[in-house]
């Protein structure tokens, strides 16, 4: 008899035309259901401020210059800024065309949307930090290359900070490392952050989140009753912070009055095998989750990708299937 098929809750709005989360895990033979959990908006005062410090030279070489590179950490920051881009015409547009600027990303997902959408009207930047898997990696990479692109302390041409495009809910981080202190002063690197897109959880996300995992859990019962549900489980992977406290609610993951939840063990709060298990993108989701709400993700992925994520299921199933002989 083969082995039951584990079905994974993707809390995120499928990607157009293409999904790598979609096709990783059907090719891995998996069934993939996509939950929307927010809604963003872009902060249009800040992308016009954005604009108009382009048409004013903020990137090109020269007395205007105010940024030597930029820094982004999510899809949504770069449509953003792609937004602007595409409002840009003129000797302005010409300019952009010919910059050589470093960009600095973490993560193949923001990698792939930069290339798609940024380099037509940026074709000579550069853009690093693709397989850096975290924000903590990309400020240590960003102070080992950056800082080498001007090697000399005392030469005329100072070294110009860094824009970092961020959503209103995000990590510090990058600007830490960059900025700290600790650091001596001729490697520090000024890092400004504007806020380019706000992020709430969508209208119905815990009513529709909710009717799936009983769908889910009436499926687990009837498979069980059929006596084929020893290898069946079900897994949600959460792509953000937002939406959390809707989705554990939903899985029954709460515990007290206090907030503790239930995460990284075996039963649930009836006493019960539990059969539904949490995967998050990276650190940030999964420090979240145990901060506001003390419950420990079952898979925390060592990088923020499709692969990352199924590596971390996979060792988690086989320890969980070893435990039970399966």
Partial sequence: MDEPTPSILLLKTKSIPNDGYDEFFIQNNYTPTFIPVLEHHFHVPNLQSIRSQLTSGALIPGPGRKYGGLIF?????????ASVLGKIDGATKTQLQTLQIPI???????????????????????????????GENLARFILEHYNSLYPDPSSSVAKPPLLFLVGEQRRDIIPKTLMDDGLPAAE?????????????????FEEMFGARVERERAVIKRIIEEGDGEGWVVWVVVFSPTGGEGMLKGLGLLGNSQGQGQGGSERNEGGEERRFFVATIGPTTRD???????????????????????????????????????
């Fill in 73 to 81: 950490t999510s899809q949504r920051a770069v449509e953003a800024f």
């Fill in 104 to 134: 600095y990303t973490v993560g193949p997902a923001t990698h792939r949307t930069l290339t798609s959408l940024i380099l037509p009207h940026l074709p000579k930047a550069h853009i690093h930090g693709k397989d850096t898997g975290n």
């Fill in 188 to 204: 520090r690197i000024g890092v400004e952050e504007v806020v380019v897109y706000e992020t709430g959880v969508m209208t119905g």
């Fill in 288 to 326: 979240y989750l145990r901060d506001k709400f003390g419950f420990e993700a079952d898979v925390c992925a060592e990088k923020p990708s499709p692969e990352g994520v199924g590596k971390g299921i996979e060792r988690f199933m086989k320890e969980w299937r070893a435990k039970r002989g399966l």
